[in-house]
């Protein structure tokens, strides 16, 4: 009876241990720029849709939404508010039109019709305060970036209606101070403007917060120094993020530990190396952000960030690449491929309705190494198989994002490989022989992900279980 109990035990602190494990992650990421009243952004929804797909790499469940109007924005909020009751991380992005008046500040739907001070308050914007404290109160850690700072026109529409009394409206947002667990970052300082970037392109405060959030082993409070060095350094010190942290232990989006990281000792309390987010740093995190890119506007923005950068004369080889088009051999090497192969971008999204199990990720990146683009076959799509297939993209001409969507997949799949076939393959050839269309149109199936910890808990319960059985049967 006691090895029952004893056993019922361990079965109970494993299970105890994997759930410990499993922080629950929730986002709320939205972007608008398409405004009915007012001049439209063009790049807020582009920030979103960039931001959204880095935190579902590191396992967000993330609320999304592009060119809301306020009943819209109010059902994203209510859905992330109800998701985020209770969790470890709970994440709010915000990229568009915003306002300060009378001290607090608001966003700005895409159907906001704002007039006078009353408009504001009223209801046609969203209190801040009021939605960060509705929405994510009770959960663990609080992470807060408003991409909202641009040049804003309805400030100017409000002062000129107010000629009776004094309003105070400001340009940019106004100051916040966050409460315990709380991290509250922004484009620029208070009442300051942001940059929105070149159109097409994230801005310069995303694309650092993308650049730096969810580097491996980096911990929260040490990325927003880079981010703050690396727009400061792009702008030309034309803009610094400012923020307000609050937090109470250490944060990290993605704690995979790395060699650079694991040598770099701490310093003072919350402060970080000189040598960690020196300009050199910045300029090779910037490098390594579009050397593989197909936009031409993306290498000549680091030109323009670094006219003498080191890296000036591999950019400029990689933009008459680009211009000069496809090698013959790639254009061979594609012939039959869909021509929306060529301009569909491929993101963490796309490559989840792909449905791809553990042993078709193995397939891809042994695919990948046996075209040359050598990787390792783990069946996990690390940040290793991100840059090769990157690689791979860039070398055939596709947009070049590290993800997969349906089209580049199964150009992929078309390609030779100098690689025997593998059981998966073996396994799709049946199929296509066998001429079954309604198995070619069912949809992929789910992914199926486990937790690193549920494996471990369950090898350790197995050996103390197998220990207890054999000395029973001993005995």
Same mark, same amino acid.
């Given at each position: 009876?006691?090895?029952?109990t004893?056993?019922?035990s361990?079965?109970?602190?494993?299970l105890?241990?994997?759930?410990?494990?499993?922080?629950?992650?929730?986002?709320f990421?939205v972007?608008n720029g398409?405004? @009915?009243?007012?001049?439209?952004?063009?790049?807020?929804?582009?920030? /979103?849709?960039?931001?959204?797909a880095t935190?579902?790499?590191?396992?967000?469940?993330?609320?999304?939404?592009?060119?809301?109007s #306020?009943?819209?924005?109010t059902e994203k909020?209510?859905?992330?508010?109800?998701?985020?009751?209770?969790?470890?991380?709970?994440?709010?992005?915000? /990229?568009?039109h915003?306002?300060?008046?009378?001290?607090?500040?608001?966003?700005l739907?895409?159907?906001a019709?704002?007039?006078?001070?009353?408009?504001?308050?009223?209801?046609?914007?969203i209190?801040?305060?009021?939605t960060?404290e509705?929405t994510?109160?009770d959960?663990?850690?609080k992470?807060?970036?408003? $991409?909202?700072c641009?040049?804003?026109?309805?400030?100017?529409?409000? @002062?000129?209606?107010?000629? %009776?009394?004094?309003?105070?409206? !400001?340009?940019?947002?106004a100051?916040?101070?966050?409460?315990?667990?709380?991290?509250?970052?922004?484009?620029?300082?208070?009442g300051q403007?942001?940059?929105?970037?070149?159109?097409?392109?994230?801005s310069?405060?995303?694309r650092?917060?993308?650049d730096n959030?969810?580097?491996?082993?980096?911990?929260?409070?040490?990325?927003?120094t880079?981010?703050?060095?690396?727009v400061?350094?792009?702008?030309? @010190?034309?803009?610094?993020?400012?923020?307000?942290?609050?937090?109470?232990?250490?944060v990290?989006?993605?704690?995979?530990p790395?060699?650079?990281?694991?040598?770099v000792?701490?310093?003072?309390a919350?402060?970080?190396?000189?040598?960690a987010?020196?300009s050199d740093?910045?300029?090779?995190e910037y490098?390594?952000?579009?050397?593989?890119?197909?936009?031409?506007?993306?290498l000549? /923005?680091?030109? %323009?960030?670094?006219?003498n950068?080191?890296?000036?004369a591999?950019?400029?080889a990689?933009?008459?690449?680009?211009?000069?088009?496809?090698?013959t051999?790639?254009?061979?090497?594609?012939?039959?491929i869909?021509?929306?192969?060529?301009?569909?971008?491929? %993101?963490?999204?796309t490559?989840?309705?792909?449905?791809?199990? @553990?042993?078709?990720?193995?397939d891809?990146?042994r #695919?990948?190494?046996?075209?040359?683009? $050598?990787?390792?076959?783990?069946?996990?799509?690390?940040?290793?198989?991100r840059?090769?297939?990157?690689?791979?993209?860039?070398?055939?001409?596709?947009?070049?994002?590290g993800?997969?969507n349906?089209?580049?997949?199964k150009a992929?799949?078309s390609?030779?490989?100098?690689?025997?076939p593998?059981?998966?393959?073996n396994?799709?050839?049946?199929?296509?022989?066998?001429?079954?269309?309604?198995?070619s149109?069912a949809?992929?199936?789910?992914? !199926?992900?486990s937790n690193?910890?549920?494996?471990?808990? /369950?090898?350790f319960?197995?050996g103390?279980?197998?220990?207890?059985?054999?000395?029973m049967?001993?005995?």
């Open positions: 009876m006691r090895y029952l004893l056993l019922t361990l079965v109970c602190m494993a105890s241990i994997s759930a410990a494990k499993a922080d629950r992650r929730v986002a990421v972007g398409s405004y @009915k009243n007012v001049a439209q952004l063009p790049n807020p929804p582009i920030d /979103a849709k960039s931001m959204a935190l579902r790499n590191v396992g967000f469940e993330v609320i999304e939404g592009a060119n809301l #306020r009943d819209q924005m909020l209510l859905d992330f508010g109800r998701k985020a009751q209770g969790s470890d991380i709970a994440l709010f992005y915000y /990229a568009g915003g306002i300060a008046v009378g001290g607090t500040n608001y966003l739907p895409v159907d019709d704002i007039k006078t001070e009353m408009d504001v308050k009223l209801g046609a914007a209190n801040i305060d009021l960060l509705q994510m109160g959960a663990k850690v992470l807060v970036f408003l $991409d909202a641009r040049d804003n026109p309805f400030a100017a529409k409000i @002062k000129s209606n107010s000629a %009776t009394r004094s309003v105070n409206v !400001q340009s940019g947002l100051e916040m101070k966050s409460g315990e667990g709380t991290l509250i970052a922004f484009a620029t300082g208070p403007t942001a940059l929105d970037g070149q159109e097409g392109n994230n310069p405060f995303t650092a917060l993308i959030i969810t580097r491996p082993g980096v911990e929260i409070q040490q990325a927003m880079s981010v703050r060095a690396q400061n350094e792009e702008t030309h @010190k034309g803009q610094l993020p400012w923020g307000h942290t609050n937090l109470i232990g250490a990290y989006l993605n704690q995979a790395t060699t650079q990281v694991a040598n000792a701490p310093t003072a919350g402060s970080v190396p000189a040598s987010a020196n740093g910045v300029e090779l490098w390594r952000s579009v050397k593989e890119s197909n936009k031409p506007e993306e000549n /923005a680091y030109l %323009t960030a670094y006219p950068g080191q890296f000036k591999l950019a400029l990689r933009l008459a690449a680009i211009k000069s088009g496809p090698s051999a790639t254009r061979t090497l594609n012939a039959g869909d021509p929306a192969t060529f301009t569909d971008e491929a %993101t963490q999204l490559e989840d309705q792909i449905g791809l199990s @553990k042993t078709q990720r193995r891809v990146q #695919r990948l190494t046996g075209l040359g683009f $050598d990787t390792k076959q783990t069946g996990v799509f690390g940040e290793e198989t840059s090769v297939l990157k690689r791979w993209q860039a070398a055939r001409g596709y947009p070049s994002s993800y997969l349906k089209l580049q997949h992929m799949l390609e030779i490989v100098a690689a025997p593998t059981a998966s393959d396994s799709q050839k049946a199929a296509r022989r066998a001429s079954a269309p309604a198995a149109s949809p992929a199936p789910a992914p !199926q992900r690193p910890g549920d494996a471990a808990g /369950a090898a319960v197995g103390v279980v197998g220990g207890m059985m054999g000395g049967f001993r005995r």
